[in-house]
Every structure is written in C-alpha cells, then in structure tokens.
C-alpha cells in the first residue's frame, strides 16, 4: 500500500508515528527504532548518523532568499578526507532543496540533470567544469566509505557506496557545485552557493551540550 503525504502511519517495528511531509521522499527513518519505512515497500534498518557536531537537526528552520525553510532529514556522507551533511528540507512554497554542512561551510544546494561523464572522466583540482551552464572549478575529488540517513529523504541513491564526489567552486559568486559519480549512467550533479550562517536566520538549533 503506498502512504500518503501527511497522513499519519506506525512504524511496523515500534509503533511509532510518523508522517511523510514531501511527495519527494521516499524514505522515512524511524527516530526512536531506525527502521526505515518505504512508501511500498518492506522495511529495513538504517544505521545511526555517526556524530552530532552540527547546530542544524531535524526540525530546524529558517530563511534562504527571503523564503522560509525546515530541516525534515539528513544524508551524512563519509569520504577518505572528509564529510558531508546533506539536510534534506522543504520550502514554504513546498519545494525540496539541500542545505549543506561541511568544516563550518553552509550551502544552499539543488538538484539538476546530469547524465553524461564524457568530460568529468579524468577531472583534477584545477580543471574546469560545466554544470547546468555555469562554469565551475574542481576543488577536490573524494571515494566515499560509509554513508547514514535520518529522518525523511529521497531514495534514490541514498543508499548507494563507494562512489566519487567531485566539489565544484565559482570563487566568483560564492557558487559550488557537487557531483556524485555512481556510475558513468547514474550522476547525481546539485548547484548551489555558499551562504553565511546568520543570513539563514536558524532557529531551533542544536545546543553545544547536546553535541557528542
């Protein structure tokens, strides 16, 4: 049976209520058993996320471009150099976007169409790249090693590893861009810019003491 958009449902391991609040997400992660709930299919279990040194959680809100936001998920990547936290959020005009989390950086990110690595095979820091008709810069090039889920995401490629990940800069305007290689068929590309903390305007942080 497919659950529906704002319509309340139990976890079939806890009984725990849970909503969907996006046609966009597919998953749902329990947040008292973390099992995650398919909108038709079976349901398995999702690893914790692995730190909480963020201000940001679920349930977070703010602005971007004079547009109110919540936090309702995260996708936290671990690369060979680094990590990444992906905060899944919905905009009060209902559209899905990306608030991104890294070594004290925030961005606001979206995902465009990417279906080609005919020239990104062979990229180096340095080189330039063309995403979504903006011209961008490689920063840096990483493999991924473990990836964790919370709360409400998309599915698709979610649960995927060991793929690459190209940071893309536009020193410019602040703009960047990210490339997760999966395959040579399946790239997931996402543009954005680099924003300043106090611009987002969040509320309903994280406290320090609630960090481990």
């Not at 709930?37 to 079976?42: E, K, M, V």
């Not at 150099?81 to 905060?87: A, L, S, T």
């Not at 889920?149 to 305007?173: H, M, R």
Request: with cysteine; glycine share 8%; net charge negative.
């Amino acid at each position: 049976m497919l659950l529906k958009t704002n319509v309340p449902f139990s976890c079939q391991t806890c009984g725990n209520k849970l909503i969907f609040r996006t046609e966009a997400s597919t998953a749902l992660v329990c947040s008292r058993c973390q099992t995650i709930s398919r909108r038709a299919t079976t349901e398995v279990n999702a690893p914790l996320v692995q730190e909480e040194m963020s201000l940001i959680r679920i349930g977070t809100t703010g602005q971007y471009q004079g547009i109110s936001f919540e936090v309702i998920g995260r996708i936290q990547h671990f690369f060979k150099e680094g990590y990444r936290n992906h905060w899944y959020v919905i905009t009060g005009n209902n559209e899905a976007m990306w608030l991104g989390d890294w070594a004290g950086n925030y961005s606001f990110l979206k995902e465009v169409p990417r279906r080609s690595t005919d020239k990104i095979a062979g990229s180096k820091p340095g080189d330039k790249l063309s995403i979504a008709a903006i011209d961008f810069q490689v920063e840096l090039l990483d493999e991924e090693t473990e990836t964790y889920i919370e709360g409400e995401v998309p599915e698709s490629n979610s649960f995927q590893q060991g793929f690459i990940t190209i940071e893309l800069l536009k020193p410019d305007t602040f703009g960047m861009a990210i490339l997760n290689i999966y395959n040579k068929n399946n790239i997931q590309a996402f543009v954005g810019q680099y924003q300043h903390l106090e611009d987002l305007q969040l509320q309903n942080l994280r406290e320090h003491h609630e960090w481990i």
